[in-house]
């Protein structure tokens, strides 16, 4: 699944050809992505100016001129397209998806066309009131996000004190901190020295102090590098992420440590694949 370097990169692709345009029409292929579209959901799109494109952890977020956020989540498998007559620069290139799984078209009013391609469909997009955006169900209870003022060791030591669940676990929560997920938590953990398996209850203090600024360091750079490319993940303008090509440990198994070239492990916790030098992470 797209995690937020990934989704910040869409974000980025997308603005310069959706901010301050309006969209003339709403071509929608379906009735349903993971959920049902929002009831008159074209009609409620279409003419609306497009005020601002942001991104709150893994969502998009597209404010709207009628007084409404459009809210797009990529799921495991979303991708967007740009193309049409008013496309420009490197965003004019398609991403390659089948068009049989071509979902959802917004005709912007300069000729442009963003697609939403999702094969597996567990994407989705919402209509929801901007003045009451903070109340939004699928973001209200998501902690600070990384390289926000919100986020920092004192978070860490508030939010995983007392918790017994390994570290990886706590930290792929998204009430403790917003937009991680499985490749940059391995990656973080490496940075900070600290293993997967520890207890998250024993972080706070110093440990927290090495992990909050190895998390936002992480993160910077992979949104610096356009992300990771995995499986069917692409960017809105066709180009692949390269952060998986500076990548310490995940998805390295048997491969030397970039620290100290021990062998790298992998483990199953809570069904996902965990990468770790068991030599620099205690």
């Given at each position: 699944?797209?995690?937020?370097?990934?989704?910040?990169?869409v974000?980025?692709?997308?603005?310069?050809?959706?901010?301050?345009?309006?969209?003339?029409?709403?071509?929608?292929a379906?009735?349903?992505l993971?959920?049902?579209?929002?009831?008159?959901f074209?009609?409620?799109?279409?003419?609306?100016?497009?005020e601002?494109?942001?991104?709150?952890a893994?969502f998009?977020?597209?404010?709207l001129s009628?007084?409404?956020?459009?809210?797009?989540?990529?799921?495991?498998?979303?991708?967007?397209?740009?193309?049409?007559?008013g496309?420009?620069?490197?965003?004019?290139?398609?991403?390659?998806?089948n068009?049989?799984?071509?979902?959802?078209?917004?005709?912007?009013?300069?000729g442009?066309?963003?697609?939403?391609?999702?094969?597996?469909r567990?994407?989705?997009?919402?209509?929801?009131?901007?003045?009451?955006?903070?109340?939004y169900?699928?973001?209200?209870s998501?902690?600070?996000?990384?390289?926000?003022?919100?986020?920092?060791?004192a978070h860490?030591?508030?939010?995983?004190?007392?918790?017994?669940?390994?570290?990886k676990s706590?930290?792929?929560?998204?009430?403790?901190?917003?937009?991680?997920?499985?490749?940059?938590?391995?990656?973080?953990?490496?940075?900070?020295?600290?293993s997967?398996?520890?207890?998250?209850?024993?972080?706070?203090?110093?440990?927290a102090?090495r992990?909050a600024?190895?998390i936002?360091e992480?993160i910077?750079?992979?949104?610096?590098?356009?992300?990771?490319?995995l499986?069917?993940?692409?960017?809105?303008?066709?180009?692949?992420?390269?952060?998986?090509?500076?990548f310490?440990?995940?998805?390295?198994a048997?491969?030397?440590?970039?620290?100290?070239?021990?062998?790298?492990?992998?483990?199953?916790?809570?069904?996902?694949?965990?990468?770790?030098?068991?030599?620099?992470?205690?």
């Amino acid at each position: 699944m797209p995690e937020l370097p990934e989704v910040e990169t869409v974000r980025r692709g997308l603005a310069p050809v959706m901010e301050g345009k309006t969209v003339r029409a709403v071509s929608v292929a379906r009735p349903d992505l993971r959920f049902p579209f929002p009831p008159r959901f074209a009609e409620r799109v279409t003419g609306a100016r497009i005020e601002r494109l942001g991104r709150k952890a893994k969502f998009l977020a597209a404010e709207l001129s009628t007084g409404e956020v459009l809210i797009m989540h990529l799921g495991m498998s979303g991708r967007f397209s740009i193309g049409g007559s008013g496309a420009i620069g490197t965003y004019a290139q398609d991403t390659g998806g089948n068009p049989a799984h071509d979902h959802v078209v917004f005709h912007i009013q300069d000729g442009t066309t963003v697609t939403y391609n999702d094969p597996r469909r567990f994407g989705f997009m919402e209509l929801w009131p901007s003045d009451m955006f903070d109340s939004y169900p699928r973001l209200r209870s998501l902690g600070p996000e990384p390289l926000s003022n919100l986020f920092s060791a004192a978070h860490l030591d508030r939010a995983l004190k007392g918790k017994q669940t390994p570290i990886k676990s706590a930290l792929l929560d998204q009430s403790i901190v917003a937009g991680l997920g499985n490749i940059y938590v391995c990656e973080a953990l490496h940075r900070s020295g600290i293993s997967p398996r520890r207890k998250a209850s024993t972080i706070p203090g110093t440990r927290a102090i090495r992990l909050a600024p190895a998390i936002n360091e992480t993160i910077a750079e992979a949104i610096d590098a356009g992300g990771s490319t995995l499986r069917d993940f692409a960017h809105a303008d066709g180009a692949l992420g390269y952060f998986q090509h500076r990548f310490r440990v995940y998805d390295r198994a048997g491969e030397p440590c970039p620290v100290c070239t021990s062998p790298i492990r992998r483990i199953v916790q809570s069904g996902r694949s965990t990468f770790f030098c068991g030599t620099c992470q205690r």
